[in-house]
């Protein structure tokens, strides 16, 4: 019987690697596409305004909450806001919150997992990402944001290159425009993305799934935490770690530590740290995936002892 030319393992990590890079480049544009639409129609002033003062975090928390996307595909978004100068504790709050809490998520946990669950994890998401966004911003953390610098495209004229003035009508020129400054916002994190996603592969494809399964039988004082590092190096979104969730309880996880798991790979996984790397400093960065694992084991530990669920 003939080998196989490539291993399992190696293809999965090369069939993630494909696929992910695909969705992620064209989520990227098409959503830096749809906020540099919002920027040109709201201006900055206006967009300051409905991320300001205390009303800011519940906007913020709202648009998180609507947005299905996973932690890479918010960043469009995330340096959208900044380029308009919103204000930097909203801003936290939504990045903390979008790949988090989503109708998709909620409505695959209410059907899984029950209300009491799902009310405890999305009250704790909501109350941590709303704390985290009002301490960060206070502690002055909008210092360590450096935006990538917007370059001329060459692939177009300078009248479409430049940033139009809002347009009443989806014309050819302005969606040409459009693309071009989309696609050159883009061009500005491919490095990190291409380095974000290949390590994303590699761990996809190497790290059995079996591995998980072996964590149950570990105390929950100490599985909780550790479900929420392992978690880190994941990238997946909230909603399909769902299914692997019900796998992993019915193995013997408890319900927390499964839920610790999922938010540290949908809240933090180290591809999106890589790209946040491009517009975050370090010590931003580090804040960052400590809310992030705060939350996880917060609410794993919530849902544990609050709910007293075992997946036995």
Same mark, same amino acid.
């Given at each position: 019987?003939?080998?196989?030319?490539?291993?399992?393992?190696?293809?999965?990590?090369?069939?993630?690697?494909?696929?992910?890079?695909?969705?992620?480049?064209?989520?990227?544009?098409?959503?830096?596409?749809?906020?540099?639409?919002?920027?040109?129609?709201?201006?900055?002033?206006?967009?300051?305004?409905?991320?300001?003062?205390?009303?800011?975090?519940?906007?913020?928390?709202?648009?998180?909450?609507?947005?299905?996307?996973?932690?890479?595909?918010?960043?469009?978004?995330?340096?959208?806001?900044?380029?308009?100068?919103?204000?930097?504790?909203?801003?936290?709050?939504?990045?903390?919150?979008?790949?988090?809490?989503?109708?998709?998520?909620?409505?695959?946990?209410?059907?899984?997992?029950?209300?009491?669950?799902?009310?405890?994890?999305?009250?704790?998401?909501?109350?941590?990402?709303?704390?985290?966004?009002?301490?960060?911003?206070?502690?002055?953390?909008?210092?360590?944001?450096?935006?990538? %610098?917007?370059?001329?495209?060459?692939?177009?004229?300078?009248?479409?290159?430049?940033?139009?003035?809002?347009?009443?009508?989806?014309?050819?020129?302005?969606?040409?425009?459009?693309?071009?400054?989309?696609?050159? %916002?883009?061009?500005?994190?491919?490095? &990190?993305?291409?380095?974000?996603?290949?390590?994303?592969?590699?761990? &996809?494809?190497?790290?059995?799934?079996?591995?998980?399964?072996?964590?149950?039988?570990?105390?929950?004082?100490?599985?909780?935490?550790?479900?929420?590092?392992?978690?880190?190096?994941?990238?997946?979104?909230?909603?399909?770690?769902?299914?692997?969730?019900?796998?992993?309880?019915?193995?013997?996880?408890?319900?927390?530590?499964?839920?610790?798991?999922?938010?540290?790979?949908?809240?933090?996984?180290?591809?999106?740290?890589?790209?946040?790397?491009?517009?975050?400093?370090?010590?931003?960065?580090?804040?960052?995936?400590?809310?992030?694992?705060?939350?996880?084991?917060?609410?794993?530990?919530?849902?544990?002892?609050?709910?007293?669920?075992?997946?036995?």
């Amino acid at each position: 019987m003939n080998e196989p030319m490539f291993s399992p393992a190696f293809a999965a990590s090369v069939e993630f690697f494909i696929g992910t890079l695909g969705e992620l480049l064209l989520l990227f544009i098409l959503i830096s596409m749809l906020v540099m639409v919002l920027q040109d129609r709201f201006p900055a002033a206006r967009i300051q305004a409905l991320l300001s003062g205390g009303r800011g975090y519940l906007t913020a928390t709202a648009l998180g909450a609507i947005t299905p996307f996973c932690s890479c595909s918010t960043l469009p978004m995330l340096v959208g806001m900044l380029r308009a100068n919103a204000a930097f504790g909203p801003v936290m709050t939504f990045l903390l919150t979008s790949p988090l809490l989503n109708p998709v998520l909620v409505v695959l946990l209410l059907s899984v997992f029950g209300a009491a669950l799902t009310l405890l994890y999305s009250a704790a998401v909501l109350l941590i990402a709303l704390t985290a966004g009002v301490l960060l911003s206070w502690l002055n953390f909008q210092r360590f944001v450096t935006l990538p %610098e917007l370059k001329s495209c060459s692939c177009s004229s300078d009248a479409a290159v430049a940033t139009p003035a809002p347009a009443r009508s989806f014309s050819g020129p302005y969606l040409q425009s459009l693309f071009g400054r989309a696609l050159t %916002e883009t061009k500005s994190f491919l490095p &990190h993305l291409l380095f974000g996603v290949l390590v994303g592969a590699v761990i &996809h494809g190497y790290i059995p799934t079996g591995f998980f399964q072996q964590l149950g039988n570990l105390n929950q004082w100490i599985l909780i935490p550790i479900a929420a590092l392992l978690g880190i190096p994941l990238y997946v979104r909230a909603s399909s770690m769902i299914p692997l969730a019900l796998s992993l309880v019915g193995k013997g996880m408890s319900y927390g530590s499964v839920m610790a798991l999922t938010i540290g790979g949908a809240g933090a996984s180290l591809p999106e740290m890589i790209i946040l790397k491009r517009i975050f400093q370090w010590p931003l960065l580090l804040a960052f995936i400590a809310v992030v694992f705060l939350t996880a084991c917060i609410t794993g530990f919530s849902i544990d002892f609050l709910l007293n669920t075992t997946g036995e």
